[in-house]
């Protein structure tokens, strides 16, 4: 059974870092593109990140652009968003996210259809 666990999240100050992982279980990761997506309080989801399942390439949200960095361990079934120079607008749950193999690293929520349970990320001083 195809399965994402997020981990990570917390209480950080603006202008500080976090690395949330996101650890695949009952598949492999090597044909898959994962995505990170995000939901504040009363805002609907919205894409952050993705990684292309093939050359590792990446997608950024224009909000998170030089602050974050998606990467992927294929050896350990696991995809990495390092967040720096966190602010307070970046405070929502944090999803991982994959679809159909092969599928292409986008950022619409609804190309994905296999999501993790979530991590909240705090940032407040």
């Known amino acids: 059974q195809l399965q994402l666990v997020e981990s990570g999240g917390g209480l950080v100050q603006p202008g500080g870092s976090l690395r949330l992982s996101c650890a695949a279980s009952?598949?492999?990761?090597?044909?898959?593109?994962i995505g990170w997506f995000r939901q504040a309080p009363g805002k609907e989801r919205e894409g952050v990140s993705c990684v292309r399942y093939s050359d590792s390439s990446t997608n950024y949200a224009d909000s998170v652009q030089g602050r974050f960095t998606i990467s992927r361990d294929n050896a350990k079934n696991t995809v990495y968003l390092q967040m720096n120079s966190l602010k307070s607008g970046d405070k929502a749950i944090y999803y991982c996210a994959t679809g159909l193999p092969f599928s292409p690293c986008v950022l619409s929520p609804d190309r994905y259809d296999s999501w993790g349970q979530g991590t909240q990320v705090t940032v407040s001083s």
């Open positions: 009952g598949f492999t990761l090597d044909y898959y593109a």
